[in-house]
């Protein structure tokens, strides 16, 4: 064959190569499990119009989902996509008309809160009416409630969204008032009647409220917060101020001080005026708690779980809670159209809280339902989703008898590829109903193949999988999760669905979370 011909040959082949490589990956990006019935075939034009970012036309997959659309053209928070199925899709030519919101979306003002977060020692909790209540971490305070540490005890509360409290041993102190209105401020209020407490007391809005009553004293918290330290003693009350502004007053009227960073200041009982100085530099309230910091840190490296809010575009949303003292994995799947109106205003769903803030701004509003804190978040689209699979491997996961009749081998367990896997999550197969089942069964999967070490965690793997999907780990996060992971044998997978009630909205159904099944799901 002469050399010229061979060449040609060889163009033929590589080109028929190309074409086939090309179409395979088309192919496989079309088989995520997210769009409900994408179809390979001729893009489609949609023009993006009102209140949004970057107004246009736009040429589009056929199949894309509105999510995606709008993530793109970029949404206000002015952007009412409240009327919007943001998981349908686009399959021709159309517009997307967005209205402008007459309230931009904006947090619903949280009720206040005083929650028994930590402590190590003995401690008692005396309610109003006289009967104990169990010292337990995560307890809600009521009005009325008496905490008293003892020897060698130390407690820590947590006030509202961002306040924290310290007791040191030997501390006297009564939730007051929770969220009381006065005038225009929701007020929380505290006495202290003996002991050392350390308030770092912050506010989030104009209409808190923080006051700390004592025997011959009031202090409140002035400006956007302060750090300081109250020592009630028999006959005085010294209040060592750190930073920030406060402002004591005599309970009778008669005398008051404004006390600024660096200061302290000591209200006499006999009432001789108040003394004020600057601050001893063996005043260290770190100091004074170090114990509590240590052995809070080593509580929460020890048993506190790993939370996270899966994220698939546009519609496949999961929070993961691995806790590891009792050695139980929770999956909850959480329906995209699950109401959000009563935690942000503005916004209907999570998708479109998700597509509004992101993913951290979607975490913290699970936080609300769940009642817990989901410090990490994890997002897939399409192509991470195809990454992902490619890194991890051959996965084997029990077929279904409908996607083993799609995919061509027998129901059962069965070793997939990253492409078969994806068509295994399609949700054309047989329906979303069967498609939520079978991201468990791939989550489950994955989890068991941790377990058994069929999927060893390496750095070199932790690193390429944080760097294909949008992500707050890191891959030291990653290790050190996985290092916890593997030091039990004996792990639960056990999967949810959140608790939620339909209700119609206009042409939609939305579904509204039943809060207090919701906080019990996997406690």
């Known amino acids: 064959m002469k050399r010229s011909n061979r060449k040609k040959i060889t163009r033929i082949i590589y080109g028929v190569l190309a074409c086939a490589i090309a179409g395979q990956a088309a192919w496989i990006a079309a088989t995520v499990f997210m769009p409900r019935h994408a179809a390979i075939s001729d893009p489609v034009t949609v023009t993006v119009r009102g209140d949004i970012d970057n107004p246009g036309t736009y040429r589009v997959p056929r199949g894309i989902s509105k999510f995606e659309i709008l993530q793109t053209a970029g949404v206000r928070p002015t952007s009412n996509i409240a009327p919007f199925n943001l998981s349908a899709q686009v399959d021709e030519d159309g517009a997307i008309d967005v209205e402008q919101s007459a309230t931009p979306i904006g947090a619903v003002q949280e009720k206040a809160g005083v929650r028994l977060e930590f402590y190590f020692g003995e401690l008692s909790i005396i309610a109003a009416d006289g009967r104990t209540r169990p010292a337990q971490e995560g307890l809600s305070m009521n009005p009325g409630d008496r905490i008293l540490t003892e020897a060698r005890t130390q407690a820590e509360l947590s006030v509202n969204t961002y306040s924290r409290i310290d007791l040191d041993n030997f501390a006297e102190l009564t939730v007051e008032k929770i969220g009381e209105i006065e005038g225009e401020k929701n007020v929380v209020e505290f006495y202290q009647r003996s002991g050392v407490c350390w308030y ?185 989703i195809i990454k992902t699979a490619s890194i991890l491997g051959d996965v084997i996961i029990n077929i279904d008898p409908k996607a083993a009749a799609m995919l061509r081998v027998s129901s059962g367990p069965q070793r997939l590829s990253s492409s078969q896997l994806l068509q295994f999550l399609r949700p054309r197969i047989s329906g979303w109903q069967d498609s939520y089942k079978r991201q468990m069964t791939v989550f489950k999967a994955i989890f068991e193949s941790f377990q058994s070490r069929g999927i060893v965690l390496n750095a070199l793997l932790a690193t390429q999988l944080v760097s294909g999907i949008e992500t707050n780990f890191s891959s030291d996060d990653l290790m050190r999760q996985y290092s916890k992971f593997t030091e039990r044998n004996n792990w639960s997978f056990i999967t949810h669905t959140l608790p939620t009630e339909p209700r119609q909205r206009g042409k939609r159904v939305i579904h509204e979370p039943v809060l207090d099944k919701c906080r019990e799901l996997v406690y």
Request: aromatic fraction near 10%; glycine fraction near 6%.
């Open 200 to 384: 770092k007391m912050v506010y989030s809005n104009r209409s808190e409220n923080f006051r700390i009553l004592t025997p011959y004293a009031m202090i409140t918290v002035a400006g956007s917060g302060a750090d300081f330290l109250i020592e009630t003693k028999y006959d005085e009350v010294v209040v060592h101020n750190i930073d920030g502004l406060v402002l004591i007053e005599r309970l009778t009227g008669e005398e008051s001080i404004n006390l600024i960073s660096g200061q302290t200041a000591t209200i006499f009982s006999d009432g001789r005026p108040f003394q004020v100085q600057s601050i001893t530099a063996d005043i260290a309230p770190s100091e004074t708690f170090s114990e509590l910091i240590k052995e809070k840190t080593n509580y929460m490296l020890r048993h506190m779980p790993l939370n996270l809010l899966f994220c698939g575009v546009p519609d496949v949303y999961y929070f993961i809670s691995l806790r590891f003292e009792q050695g139980e994995a929770h999956v909850v799947q959480i329906p995209p159209t699950t109401s959000v109106e009563q935690f942000v205003q503005g916004i209907l769903t999570i998708d479109q809280a998700h597509l509004h803030g992101g993913p951290i701004f979607a975490s913290t509003l699970v936080e609300r339902i769940m009642d817990t804190r989901i410090p990490k978040y994890c997002v897939f689209d399409r192509s991470s």
